[in-house]
């Protein structure tokens, strides 16, 4: 069984650029949910996605777009990226919201904005 | 102030020593996660409680709801224990996780 699952694991992109960053969730698991993780410090979140649409979103500007596919799978797209974008940047993937279930987790893309 | 603190945000052991990390939160939960990261970025769910205590093999976690608390405790601690442990815990019917900011934990041999 495959868990979850990101692409790529790095990039390095320039300031200004466009980056879609890309995670299937864990076989059975229909809901994805993106966090950003600065350099020592906690994830924080970015958004959910659940039955293709965003559902819920953390304090993070518009230029952080997501999508979901019929899939499951999801897409975070950044756009006009700015130095402070460099992060690892999360997957994890769940039930519908309101099940209470373990996260599971990718490992990450690290981007690196120069 | 976070609404999950964790404690030490460092701590150095001896192989074989019992270790404590701490996690506390400011607001009512449907859950706390405890969860091991890896250089390398890769996060690990080791439990996920929301009453009483849970074991798997030398890893206990408990919680108690009333004081707002959680422990990760490890066992006989290993140099391959060494990671970044880091709370997080959701809210009411979400799955939004809200972190601390990990314990990195170094056991030396």
């Known amino acids: 069984d495959a868990g979850v699952t990101q692409s790529p694991t790095h990039l390095i992109k320039t300031r200004g650029q466009q980056v879609t960053l890309r995670c299937s969730p864990k076989s059975g698991h229909d809901t994805v949910s993106w966090y950003q993780q600065a350099l020592g410090q906690g994830p924080q979140f970015i958004f959910q996605y659940y039955e293709e649409e965003e559902r819920q979103r953390g304090n993070f500007p518009d230029r952080f777009s997501g999508h979901q596919f019929p899939n499951y799978s999801s897409e975070l797209n950044v756009n006009a990226l700015l130095l402070g974008d460099s992060a690892l940047y999360l997957c994890?993937?769940?039930?519908?919201?309101?099940?209470?279930?373990?996260?599971?987790f990718g490992q990450g893309t690290r981007l690196t904005v120069v | 102030k976070n609404e999950v603190e964790q404690s030490p945000q460092n701590l150095t052991a001896q192989e074989g020593e019992f270790i404590t990390i701490n996690c506390s939160y400011s607001v009512g939960i449907s859950a706390l996660h405890w969860l091991q990261q890896h250089p390398g970025g890769g996060i690990v769910s080791l439990f996920m409680l929301s009453s009483g205590k849970k074991k798997h093999g030398r890893l206990i976690a408990t919680i108690n709801i009333q004081e707002k608390h959680s422990s990760l405790h490890i066992t006989a601690s290993h140099p391959r224990d060494s990671a970044v442990y880091i709370c997080a815990v959701t809210r009411g019917s979400n799955y939004k996780l809200t972190f601390g900011k990990g314990t990195l934990l170094t056991v030396n041999p």
């Open positions: 994890a993937s769940s039930l519908a919201p309101g099940h209470n279930t373990e996260a599971f």
